[in-house]
């Protein structure tokens, strides 16, 4: 054989479900080999005593463009993947509009196509108030839909055509319609109208701090929500996500829905396993979210959800807001829009449970690389280190240790980024590759922006 592009040496080689001492081979951005021997290369790198993983595929992560340029562009969004490890983003349906139809999904991944830095693919907006675009847009290329099961919030209305479904007869309709095409729907599950009333009544009342965020958005809000979407979905027979799970409850939903048959995809993310409610107490409105933070008994119960392998995959929910949208919420929580950066924390924070003893390093590869492109239509191309898999890595020192800084970031809402600011972690990449190419390297973007690829994934 002809000398392979890369080869990459190592004694900490995941593959196959284990660490293996050894070699990568890359040829033309494939993985070509993989051997005990030594291999020739136009290029070489050492990294015997670092850690060598799949890159890994974020699930769950909103850009903003087109609309909202100023909270991320696909440039802002893929470099700040890049920097956590991420070498496959999968970019959910908020823009200006959505991308409920196929046209407006080909304008988005045009964009992407000039701008990201690695590979990307495509959630798209179903929602009741576009019903008939949902069959054509199951189409061109996307790999899930995604609905809210609420309103547009105020002021964002044309960010969310063709995304929400509130109404419960709606919701029915729409998974009908959604369960036609055979592609996934991610459903973010909250009751609206349990939420509204809460909100309503918590405002009567003067209370507005940061931990009545919670106290509105109550574990039953998502509960209800989830036994429902799970009802329906045995009914229809419509293939669904439960995104951002906060709540034990709701995984014992999900794994008996599994039970009986239905098809379901379990989501966490990293804010509900490392964080809980009284974060808000110390950084306000920056720690907002989306179901909102849980008690510490609830994050304890999440975690052993993921350990005995309820959960099925871990995305970051990475959803960036410029410092003076979050500070709108210093005196009234309900104002200030929810969600904070998470793209690059993802890897580091879940590896330092690994060292802790908290989780096994072949389950954090399941949740976080392999499963997310299983189940996304994108392996094995994606997710593994395997022969004829894409050269995706991630090269990081397993034993130093890094402390989470929002200066180090590439986002453009740096700023907002206070809940782990300071935090000691193991495991920060040093080398971030994508198809065979080095994209980040100890702390700087070393490919042009559009060197990443859009990914389309069609169902024959």
Known sequence: M??????????????????????????????????????????????????VLPGTVDPHVHIRAPGHEERETF???????????????????????????????????DLAAKEVVVDIAFFGAAGTDCLEDIIPCSQAGIVAFKTFLHEAPPGREEEFV????????????LMERVAQTGVISGFHAENNAIINKNIAKLRREGKTSPLDHGRSRPPVAEIEATSKILLFAEKTG??????????????ELVNKAKSKGVYVIAETCPHYLFLNEKVMERVGAFAKCNPPLRSEEERRGMWEMVVKGSIDIIGSDHAPYTKEEKEKGSEDIFVA???????????????????????????????????????FGLYPKKGTITLGA???????????????SKEKMFTKCWESALVYEGWEVYGKPEK?????????DKGKIAVSPGYGEVIKVYRG
């Not at 890359?26 to 015997?48: M, N, R």
């Open 2 to 51: 002809s000398k392979f592009d890369l080869a990459i040496k190592s004694d900490k080689i995941f593959t196959d479900g284990r660490l293996i001492d050894g070699y990568i081979g890359v040829k033309e951005g494939i993985i070509a080999a993989l051997s005990k021997e030594k291999l020739e290369a136009e290029d070489f790198l050492e990294a015997t005593g670092k850690m």
């Open 75 to 109: 440039e802002s969004g893929s470099k700040e993947a890049a920097l956590g490890g991420v070498t496959t983003i999968i970019e959910m349906p908020i823009s200006t509009p959505p991308p409920h139809s196929p046209e407006i999904l080909q304008r988005r991944m």
């Open 162 to 173: 063709g995304l929400t479904a509130p109404n419960t007869g709606d919701q029915y309709e």
């Open 238 to 251: 419509a293939k669904v996500e439960i995104c951002h799970i906060t709540t034990p409850e709701a995984v």
């Open 337 to 375: 829009p929810a969600g904070f950066p998470g793209l690059s924390t993802r890897l580091p924070l879940l590896f330092t449970a690994v060292k802790e003893g908290k989780l096994e390093l072949e389950r954090m590869v399941e949740l976080i690389c392999e499963n997310p492109a299983r189940i």
């Open 390 to 404: 894409d050269a995706d890595l991630v090269i990081f020192d397993p034993d130093k240790k890094d402390i989470i």
């Open 432 to 440: 971030t590759i994508v198809r065979g190419k080095v994209v980040f």
